[in-house]
């Protein structure tokens, strides 16, 4: 061997020995870095004329395994979407208050508990009806029922638009993956052409796409040109030559309505394509089926026992009255006087002074009448009274004499479809207000005081005597009927996942707050679950390409030895070339 080929050897070995410190010392130094892969710098042999003339190195490379990555790409997307379910209802469960106290097994401050707190008021009202301080428990029991159902039923939207928001940040995280990854697959492809190292690049892209499928489920490959292209679960391209980037609108305002079926959320769109249920998973997928199905059921639910709990307690109302008697009573239904009207039976109106003795009655034959202009003459040929429709649409019948009142019993009386009595099926004395749980209210003027509870009820003998009693002060009987229609059965249709259900409003209470809770561990479950899976992945993807610290300092240090090897064997060869020249310079 030559000195020549002996010396490019030797050089040859030193170069590609730091190019592979370099390399080792990188991966040292990035052990913690994310998304970070180990790197290796490859070399083969040089060989001119058939004889060895030293080593290259061919490449610094990095050995990522495809199918550890794909199932890591799913894992994230799965761990994205049961974190944010998990986050959310875990907030939802809190809405709904505790089952207990941390004092006590029996109080808390769910609205089972709070249901339970009117049960008790209007069972210690029954035993003294006539104390006003008992009266103004009752109303301000059922004010914290109502409270907590329209508190309840805001936060319920307060997550729904906080999950619209989400969806919009989610959204542009989504396209700031997309828009990095793009800009990559340019990077990669032009140092490839310039013969250089993509191995950090590609790093680089891995770590986007892993941060884009925790927002979305996606599908992806590799082209023959070195592309990563990203598609959505059915097929619209999120990256192929260029970025696709997401759009998408939060609503301004969010209620009980408001629903993406309706046009009332805006689509998230792709390419001028509504791609909306092609996430279904990642945070994106969650946040969607949490606010137009999870949280909408919840809300349902809200509804249904706040509906069902007006339905009652204003059935009950209005069967009583209060004494002294009201100079006017203002229906809630909305009718005008052409309405048709679907009613059976008989109904009493009376007229008493202020102690309940009649002044003048009536019953009237409801079959009689085919319209609600007919009733309303009707009423107004009622000694004593007047009956009108007022400009909000409302029934309004009133005294003629400011020192007078106005009482109802419903008799026989069954109006429109469900067969509400008469003074029930216009509202004329709820005692609450609801269409749903979001606007569910103690009637105004009973919550400030203005008006009593009704307690009293209207004789419904055959026959009434002028100047007789005929309103009764059998409180305990009113508040004890108000009482069974708490805690009596009550059915319950299905709604929201529930079950069709019979029994009291405390119980359908609990089942609601049970079925959160419900929800709210399984989640908490499934994200442990989730993140074990995904964990695995990672530790598994990690041990095949990740760093390996004591490994890559062995390899460091063997490299270190093997540079000053070849330091060492360059100097020999100079001395040899320098004891060379001497040696033909002295011949």
Do not use: C, W
Request: no cysteine; glycine share 8%; hydrophobic share 40%.
């Amino acid at each position: 061997m030559s000195l020549n080929i002996a010396r490019s050897i030797a050089f040859s070995g030193l170069a590609a020995t730091q190019v592979q410190i370099s390399v080792t010392s990188a991966n040292i130094s990035n052990a913690d870095t994310t998304g970070y892969t180990k790197k290796t710098a490859g070399q083969a042999s040089s060989v001119t004329g058939g004889v060895g003339t030293g080593v290259t190195v061919t490449g610094i490379t990095s050995s990522v395994n495809k199918l550890l990555l794909k199932s890591l790409i799913a894992a994230n997307s799965d761990l994205g979407a049961a974190d944010t379910t998990n986050s959310y209802l875990t907030s939802l469960q809190q809405l709904y208050g505790s089952s207990t106290s941390a004092t006590s097994t029996s109080t808390g401050t769910s609205l089972a508990n709070t249901l339970a707190s009117l049960e008790s008021a209007l069972s210690s009202l029954a035993s003294t009806p006539t104390s006003s301080a008992l009266q103004s428990n009752v109303v301000d029991a059922l004010d914290s029922v109502a409270s907590q159902l329209r508190e309840t039923s805001s936060g319920i939207q307060k997550l729904r638009s906080n999950a619209d928001q989400d969806i919009a940040s989610a959204v542009g995280s989504v396209n700031d993956d997309v828009q990095k990854i793009a800009d990559l697959n340019a990077a990669i492809k032009q140092a490839a052409a310039a013969g250089q190292s993509t191995a950090d690049l590609e790093d680089k892209r891995n770590t986007a796409l892993q941060d884009l499928s925790s927002q979305m489920n996606v599908s992806y490959y590799t082209a023959s040109n070195g592309d990563l292209q990203v598609y959505t679960a059915t097929g619209q391209a999120l990256v192929d030559s260029a970025a696709h980037p997401l759009s998408y609108t939060t609503t301004a305002s969010v209620s009980a309505v408001t629903s993406y079926s309706s046009g009332g959320f805006s689509g998230i769109m792709l390419n001028g394509v509504d791609v909306t249920s092609q996430i279904t998973s990642g945070k994106i997928g969650a946040l969607v089926t949490l606010r137009d199905q999870t949280l909408p059921a919840a809300q349902s639910q809200l509804d249904e026992l706040a509906q069902q709990l007006a339905t009652s307690l204003n059935a009950v109302s209005n069967g009583q009255t209060t004494l002294p008697p009201p100079t006017n009573l203002t229906g809630i239904a909305t009718v005008s006087s052409s309405d048709a009207l679907s009613a059976t039976g008989s109904v009493r109106l009376a007229v008493t002074d202020s102690s309940g003795k009649l002044i003048s009655y009536s019953d009237l034959d409801l079959s009689s009448y085919s319209s609600v202009g007919d009733l309303v003459s009707a009423i107004n040929g009622v000694s004593g009274l007047s009956a009108s429709i007022d400009t909000s649409g409302h029934l309004k019948i009133a005294t003629t004499a400011s020192n007078t009142g106005v009482s109802i019993a419903g008799l026989t009386s069954s109006v429109g479809s469900a067969g509400e009595s008469f003074s029930d099926y216009f509202g004329l004395n709820d005692l609450v207000t609801a269409t749903g749980a979001s606007d569910i209210a103690v009637r105004s003027d009973i919550l400030s005081g203005k008006t009593s509870l009704s307690l009293a009820t209207l004789s419904s003998s055959a026959t009434l005597t002028t100047g007789s009693s005929v309103l009764s002060s059998d409180g305990a009987s009113a508040a004890n009927t108000l009482y069974d229609a708490l805690t009596g059965s009550t059915s319950f249709k299905a709604v929201g996942g529930l079950a069709a259900v019979t029994g009291s409003f405390a119980d359908f209470a609990s089942t609601i707050v049970s079925s959160v809770a419900g929800k709210a561990s399984q989640a908490s479950s499934t994200y442990s679950a989730k993140e074990a899976a995904q964990s695995t992945y990672a530790n598994s993807l990690s041990s095949q390409s990740g760093v390996n610290l004591d490994e890559e300092s062995a390899r460091l240090s063997e490299l270190q030895n093997k540079y000053t090897a070849a330091s060492q064997l360059i100097q020999a060869i100079n001395a040899m070339f320098t004891a060379l020249v001497s040696a033909v310079s002295s011949t």
